[in-house]
């Protein structure tokens, strides 16, 4: 028998391929993130001047000496401060605002928790409408308020009394309150509460224990939103407060301006006053709020 051998034959290895160059980008064309710093840093700088040039101008009036017309604050007195807080009575102001602003959180949050939890979790017939209604409300202005809320609380012999005050800013942020609370009951699984129903809870109790701990973020934002309204909210207190000592911050800046003069120092020092529990507020429930706000936005 004749064997004969068939020489197998490699294949040839590839020539080597000579490295290509890095191809360059075409002039005139960038990818997003080589932008230029310019154009990040020239909107940003635009936006802090136009933000920070009037903070520094109402620093400026009440941190200077009266008469001065210097433009730095030196040497830096805090008697604006003294006077529109002990001559002008804005401690007085301010417990007033505080109380106000208290007492709607308070109420606003538990009474928008009740009807967002309704609406949330129960169908009725007329739920579309009632949610119509309330989106509605929001397109009508304080002011046409002002005349049916008077009656009410003068037959009630609620004026010139901080209740008013109270009842109408929490009837004013209820619509909202209550809009953004079902929402953000509507992302916690109903099944949460049912197992809580199968281990022996109520459905108030299974609400206390497993919902109401999910709805923190919510219940913050809504909070902090009725507060700073009803802080800010100068008709409701104009318009139902006629003893001094009622008054709350916002109609008490408007007292410190007359139709001959203005003092401007004492007015800087008010809305320093003013300003300064708002972006405290702000500064501690940042994260919360926008959680919040977002979360009860849509629909999970």
Same mark, same amino acid.
């Given at each position: ?12 290895? %590839?020539?080597?391929? @000579?490295?290509? *160059? ?18 990040? #840093?020239?909107?940003? =700088? ?18 200077? $000496? ?11 007195? &805090? $008697? ?10 804005? +401690? ?13 959180? !308070?109420?606003?949050?538990?009474? @928008?928790?009740?009807?967002? #939890? ?21 397109? !009508? ?6 005349? *049916? ?18 009842? @109408? $800013? ?8 209550? /809009?953004?609370?079902?929402? &953000? /009951?509507?992302?916690?699984? #109903? ?19 497993? !919902?109401? %701990? ?35 911050? %916002? ?18 020092? +008010? ?8 972006? /405290?507020?702000?500064? &501690? /429930? ?9 979360? =009860?936005?849509?629909?999970?």
């Amino acid at each position: 028998m004749i064997t004969k051998d068939i020489d197998t034959v490699a294949p040839a290895a %590839p020539a080597p391929v @000579a490295d290509e *160059p890095p191809r360059r980008p075409r002039k005139g064309r960038r990818a997003w993130d080589e932008a230029p710093r310019w154009q990040i #840093y020239l909107p940003l =700088g635009i936006y802090l001047l136009f933000t920070l040039v009037p903070f520094y101008w109402i620093l400026l009036f009440a941190l200077r $000496e009266p008469g001065s017309s210097s433009l730095v604050p030196w040497p830096i007195t &805090f $008697e604006h401060f003294d006077k529109v807080w002990n001559e002008r009575s804005f +401690g007085t102001y301010f417990e007033n605002s505080v109380y106000v602003g208290l007492a709607t959180l !308070v109420m606003t949050t538990i009474v @928008a928790l009740a009807g967002g #939890y309704a609406l949330a979790r129960f169908d009725f017939k007329v739920k579309r409408v009632f949610m119509l209604a309330l989106l509605c409300s929001q397109f !009508v202005p304080g002011a046409l308020l002002l005349v *049916p809320l008077f009656q009410i609380f003068a037959n009630l012999q609620l004026i010139n009394s901080l209740v008013s005050v109270i009842i @109408a $800013e929490t009837v004013f942020q209820l619509p909202l309150s209550i /809009i953004l609370i079902s929402g &953000f /009951i509507r992302n916690v699984p #109903y099944s949460l509460e049912e197992a809580a129903w199968v281990d022996g809870c109520n459905r108030f109790t299974g609400f206390r224990v497993v !919902v109401l %701990p999910l709805l923190r973020p919510g219940l913050i934002a809504v909070g902090s939103f009725a507060f700073v309204h009803s802080w800010n909210h100068f008709l409701f207190a104009l318009m139902f407060l006629s003893n001094q000592e009622k008054q709350t911050i %916002p109609v008490g800046l408007n007292s410190l301006m007359s139709a001959d003069s203005v003092d401007l120092g004492a007015l800087a020092a +008010g809305g320093i006053i003013a300003a300064v529990p708002v972006v /405290i507020v702000f500064a &501690f /429930i940042q994260k919360w709020l926008i959680t919040g706000f977002s979360a =009860g936005a849509v629909k999970g």
